[in-house]
């Protein structure tokens, strides 16, 4: 089977199963499998796949097909520019993300910043190599992610504490940060979620409710913990429609909010 009768077959067999990028997801995996990018294969498309090729890639679109997401097939995902291992321990980086990240730059930050929920680490990571000066520690609740997080840290040669545990509450005592990071999970419990995030960890999705109970817990740790009296800036990822609400817990917490942009907003003792 040549390459050009497998992208056909293939795109068309998404496309069925209502994958709206069908002909792109099918090139990924075939630069994934042949080891030759894109542009390469649609110029040689009488290129012959071996037995082996077509049967890894059979495998990687029956997967698909269920509405998998591709960094799940691929065990990697792409943030801020830079190749990241993840897992079904992991969510999937997502691009609004990485306003965080822009946020973080814009606010000539000094001292040591914690990302709570790390995950994969992209956060972390990237804030350490955007912002070398930075300390920069990292939690999660989940060890299997705290794992994926630290070879991520390993992978790109950065250093950053981990510490496994319930938001703040694995920090210790003697480490005073200056700013803090939060992508916890907000989706409201009764929220329907599509095929794709059917996949990642439900533990990393759903937030109580309203989706905001985590980041209630979060400032309440914030607010009566000592060690984080020097805290100048929080910053929070949610649905543009809980804004406010999250706004009124942060204030209850001696946080006022500074700025919103899209996701992403940033509160200011």
Known sequence: MTTNEWLETSTHLLEKFGITTSRLDCLILLEDTTGKDRSWLLAHPELELSIEMVSELE?????????????YIRSKSEFFGREFTVSADTLEPRPE???IIELLKSLKLHGSIIDVGTGSGCLA???KLEIPELEVMATDISATALKIAQ???????TDIKFFLGDLLTPIPVSL???VIMANLPYVPNSHTINSAAMFEPKLAIFGGPDGLDLYRQLFFQIANN????????VL????????????????????KLKKTDDFIQVFTS
């Open 59 to 71: 495998n990687k679109i029956k997967r698909r097909v269920n509405h998998e997401p591709l960094a």
């Open 176 to 178: 005073k940060p200056t």
């Open 97 to 99: 993300s990485e306003t």
């Open 125 to 127: 990571i990237t804030t």
């Open 151 to 157: 070879k991520n840290a390993l992978k790109h040669d």
């Open 226 to 233: 000592v060690q984080f009296e020097g805290v100048k800036f």
């Open 236 to 255: 929070t990822e949610s649905l543009p429609p809980q804004h406010n609400e999250l706004a009124k817990i942060a204030l209850s917490a001696g946080f």
